[in-house]
Structure formats: structure tokens, C-alpha cells
């Protein structure tokens, strides 16, 4: 064998070895998981193509697909979920988890195995109504004891959850309200936009951000007024839940030439506490850092600020989520 044929051996060797260390050292930086599930919201919803973008975007950096979007069962039925440990992984609302931290509200068990991961963007509650009925809020069905139909969300959601407080604002359950003539519809969001767009129902509500394409579709499909909330029931959601006082600007949708009145709040990712520090930091960096990503899920993501996803979340941070957060030098 020549000298030149050696060192041509030789440098293919190398090479080989080198491509060996590498595909081992990049096989080694995945991430390996459990099988967990992430319960989000209805499909037709936003909460799920969030849910999916964030996980989509983890399992780049993780060892195969282990972990499962599914629909979840609200932002008042996710954390017991979560904290029973049927699910790992779900979105819900600060308030909910803090109460169910200290088996308060609707909860009866502590659930004191729940963590923060990020908090994402603002929902607000959305009433459109029939105009026939001739109002300008929410309050007015209620104070006239209006004979209508209003769909909402079911058990365990948002929706429900936010109209529940509604009503008690004004000192009404919603057994109360069916005994004065309102029938309710309780279904997922694709289904209430179906039951408006039919006329099934008078007053479509939901909590969810702004804009919103199942709003949109709401708006298109058939005429409505959208329904403010009156001061003094913002007020009452504003000191006993801390929700924020808000507004949905005008001509966000169409036929809204001024702004209507609103409460909000932001939802947010949760964990369970056992679920792996280097999974957690995984989806936490996953979500930080694919900003347009998410926004191509839904479109509303385009104005989160990444920067702020570790504030105001009212449960303590997973060690994954602090990891990545103190790596940015966003918390100390």
C-alpha cells in the first residue's frame, strides 16, 4: 500500500469516527420522556393549536413523540386533571390553580403538586346577541329577566366558570336563571358557533382572546350586537377573582364600530410537580423561542411578549421553567 493510499485511509477513518461522535453527541442532547399528555380545550378552540404548536416544536429536541395533545376539560377542570394525574401537562387560568392549591372555589381537594411553565396571552369574555333583543350588556337579559336562549361553555370551562360569576354578580345561580325563562346551552366552542350561526340560540358567549377566527366566524355568519358587561359587574369580577378590567377595541370584528366593555384575563401552561426538570425546560424553550410559530396557529400569539411569559402566574415555577427563565436571565 502506497503512502498516499495510507493517509487517504487514514483521513476516511477520521472523518468516519468524527461523524460518529457527533451523531452520538447529537442523539445524546435529545431529550428523553415518559409518555405524557397535555390536556389543552375544545378542538375548535384556541388552547388546542397552541397546546399542539408548543409540543410540535419540543419534540424537535426530545427522543421520538412522547407526548400527547388531547382536549382538555377547561380552565377549571384542567388542574384537578392534572393534580389527580390523569394528564401531565394543561392550560388553565392563575386564579383556578391558586384555588385549587388551597381546595377553594369549586375545588374540594388541595392540590399542592401543581407548577407554572409560562404564561401566554389575554382571553376576554365576547356576548353577541340577536338585536332584536334590543340591549346593550349582558346585565339587561339578566335585570329584565329575559325569555332567552344563551349558549356558553360547558362544565369545567372558561366560559362557564367566567358567566357563573357573572350571575352571582347579580346574585343569581344558573338554576335561578332557567326557573326565569333563559335556557342555556353548554357546548364546546365549535358547537356554539354552529348553534348561532343556526339560530339556535340568541346570545353565543365566550372567554377567549382577541381576535378571535371562532369570533370571526360568529360575526360573519350572522347579524349580532356584541353586549357589554356593566361597570359595577367588572367590578365585582375585578375584586373577587382579579380578573382585569378591559375592553375589546373597536372594529376588532365585524359590525363593532365602539368599543365594548370586558373583563380579561391570561391563560397559562401548567405542570404536575413529578413530571421531569429537563422535559419541563424542553417545552418551556420550545414555547420562549418559536414565537412565529405559534403565531401561525393562531394569529393572536403575534403580539405576546415572550420576555414577560414567566410573570404574574400565581403558583411556583417548575425547576424546568426557572432553568430556562434563569438562563435568559430573566428571573435570578
Known sequence: MSRKTMFSMTGVLILFALFC???VSTAQEKVKSPNLVFVSGSVGGTWHPIASAIVEKAHEHMVGRPISVRPGAGGQGNPEVVGRGIADFGISYGPFLILASRAEGPYKKKYTNLRAVTGLIINKEHFIADPKLGVSTIDEILEKKMKVTIGTGTPGSGDRFVMEQILAAHGLTFSETEAQGIKWELTGTTARVKAW?????????????????????????????????????????????????????????????????????PFMVFVRADIPEDVVYVLTKAAAENKEYLASAVAAMSAWNPENMWKGLGIELHPGAARYYKERGWIK
Open 21 to 23: 461522535v457527533v451523531g
Open 197 to 265: 350561526k343556526d339560530r339556535h340560540i340568541d346570545v353565543f358567549n365566550s372567554f377567549i382572546l382577541v381576535p378571535s377566527s371562532a369570533i370571526q366566524q360568529v360575526a360573519h355568519s350572522r347579524k349580532g350586537k356584541f353586549l357589554g358587561i356593566s361597570a359595577k359587574t367588572r367590578k365585582f369580577l375585578v375584586d373577587k377573582w382579579g380578573l382585569i378590567d378591559a375592553s375589546i377595541p373597536a372594529n376588532t370584528y365585524p359590525g363593532q364600530p365602539e368599543a365594548v366593555p370586558s373583563i380579561a384575563l
